[in-house]
């Protein structure tokens, strides 16, 4: 089997495109807050239960507050109570990025055969769901998510995301390296 390795334009542009988004997560750190997604998730559970609970989650003075211990972090109850905010706009700018980009790469040779090794190939979209969701399962659980801990995080050096990042680089190459046999 062979892996997807990108086209010529492809190789010829890493270095610019890497630059682009570097800059993207700087600017972002430095103007809003470091770019990360799963905190969404758990925003839209809370946004979901206060349909069952109005009173989960309240406001004390400039703050938001909730009887779920869970939600007092990282700003969830906040963005539950007030749920158009960066975040939000960031996770419907992945899933409408990701729909453009299947539309109007539709004719490019390289995505089609990245789409087509997926589909013949052995793994099916189930595991790679299951993978997925154990990977951001890790991630929220050293503290924040894979784009958060790989990116925002080890751009600010923080021991979490640098310990993250190391262990995920090299057991993806070995399950990389397994799935290619």
């Known amino acids: 089997m062979k892996f997807y390795r990108g086209g010529k334009n492809m190789k010829n542009k890493w270095i610019l495109k890497g ?97 087509n090794l997926l589909e013949k190939d052995d793994i099916s979209r189930i595991k790679l769901f299951i993978g997925g969701v154990l990977l951001l399962f890790g991630a929220r659980m050293a503290g924040g998510c894979t784009s958060g801990h790989m990116m925002s995080g080890v751009m600010q050096l923080a021991i979490s995301s640098i310990i993250f990042t190391v262990i995920l680089f090299p057991v993806a190459i070995l399950i990389a390296k397994k799935v290619g046999e």
Do not use: C, H, W
């Open 19 to 115: 630059i682009v988004l570097g800059s993207v997560f700087f600017i972002s750190l430095f103007l809003i807050k470091p770019i990360g997604i799963s905190t969404q998730f758990s925003v839209l559970s809370g946004m979901m239960q206060t349909s069952f609970q109005e009173d989960i989650v309240f406001r004390a003075g400039k703050d938001f507050y909730s009887t779920v211990e869970y939600y007092n972090q990282d700003g969830i109850a906040k963005s539950i109570a007030v749920p158009y905010n960066f975040g939000l706009i960031f996770a419907l700018g992945i899933f409408l990025g990701g729909m453009l980009g299947k539309i109007f790469f539709r004719k490019n040779k390289d995505f089609i055969e990245l789409t």
